[in-house]
C-alpha cells in the first residue's frame, strides 16, 4: 500500500504553512522578509543581475548598469553639493546591490540577524531603525570622502546596523560561524565574541582602505556603532536582560 502524505504529516510542509501563517497575520518578521524580498527583486529586476533582456547586453548592457548605479546609487560628491536627485539616494541605495555575490551575503547576514532584533524592536521601530541607520552609515561615509565621485551601492551599513543591536540585545545568543584558518568548520560562539572579531576585521580592513570601488568598511563601522548606541540608549539592562534570556532559552550550553 502507498501512503501519501498530506502537508499537515510533513513537518517541513507544516513548519513552512505555518511561517507563512505567522506573515500575513504580521506576527513573524515581516520587515526583514520584506526587506530580503524587496533587495532580491530589485537586483533580478535591475541591469546588474545580467537576466533583464530589456537591457541587451555587452556594451549596452554595461552601459545601462553604470547608468543604474549613477542614478540609485550614492555619489559622495553629489550628495554633499546638495544635489536635489541625490537626495534620497542613501535611501535608494540600500536596496541595490552590485553582484551576486553581493546581495546573497548582504541577505545572509540580514536573515540571520534580522529576525530577532526585529521581533525585539518590534516591526515598526525596525523598520525606521534599518532605514534611519542604513541612510547615516552612507552619509557618514561620503563625508569622509567628500570629493569622490565613486557609486556607494548595497544594504551593508544598514545590516552592520542589525549587528550591533544584536549584540546589545542578545549577546550570548550562539552564532553559527566559519573560519577560514580553521578550514571552514562551523563552529558556533556567542555573539560578544563572534562580533566584536568581525569588527576588528572591519577596521583593519578599514585601515588600508583606498578612494576607489572595493567594500566601503568605514559604512560597516558606522552602522554597527549607531545600531548599538541605539539599542543600548533605548533598551538600557532591563530590556538586555529579558533579550538575553529569551535568546538563550532552550541553549544546553552554560
Given amino acids: 500500500m ?30 526583514t522578509y520584506t526587506v530580503i524580498a524587496a533587495c532580491c527583486a530589485v ?3 535591475s541591469p546588474a543581475s545580467g537576466l533583464n533582456p530589456v537591457y ?17 546609487g550614492v555619489i559622495p560628491a553629489e550628495l554633499l553639493a546638495g544635489s536635489p536627485r ?28 534580522g529576525a530577532m532584533v526585529e521581533e525585539g524592536m518590534g516591526h515598526v521601530q525596525f523598520a525606521l531603525f534599518y532605514l534611519g541607520c542604513g541612510a547615516l552609515a552612507l552619509f557618514a561615509y561620503a563625508v569622509a570622502n567628500a570629493g569622490s565621485e565613486q557609486t556607494l551601492v548595497g544594504a551593508s551599513g544598514a545590516i552592520s546596523a542589525v549587528l550591533g543591536a544584536f549584540l546589545h540585545l542578545f549577546p550570548k545568543a550562539r552564532v553559527t560561524s566559519l573560519f577560514p584558518f580553521l578550514f571552514f568548520l562551523p563552529l558556533r560562539f556567542p555573539a560578544w565574541l563572534v562580533l566584536p572579531f568581525w569588527v ?12 576607489g570601488p572595493g567594500v566601503a568598511y568605514l559604512a560597516h563601522l558606522v552602522g554597527f556603532s549607531l545600531g ?27
Fill in 43 to 45: 537586483f533580478v529586476l
Fill in 228 to 254: 548599538f548606541l541605539y539599542a543600548w540608549g533605548r533598551y538600557l539592562r532591563t530590556a538586555r536582560v529579558k533579550a538575553t534570556a529569551t535568546a538563550t532559552e532552550g541553549d544546553s550550553q552554560p
Fill in 56 to 72: 541587451g547586453t555587452g556594451d549596452d548592457l554595461i552601459a545601462a548598469q553604470r547608468a543604474y548605479f549613477q542614478r540609485w
Fill in 200 to 211: 576588528a576585521l572591519q577596521w583593519l580592513a578599514a585601515q588600508r582602505e583606498s578612494s
Fill in 2 to 31: 502507498i501512503h501519501n502524505r498530506g502537508a499537515a504529516d510533513d513537518p517541513a510542509k507544516k513548519a513552512a504553512a505555518d511561517t507563512v501563517k505567522r506573515l500575513l497575520l504580521g506576527r513573524g518578521p515581516v520587515v
Fill in 86 to 113: 541625490a537626495a534620497l539616494t542613501p535611501i535608494t541605495a540600500l536596496f541595490v546591490h552590485g553582484s551576486w555575490l553581493h546581495l546573497l551575503g548582504n541577505m545572509l547576514f540580514l536573515y540571520v540577524f
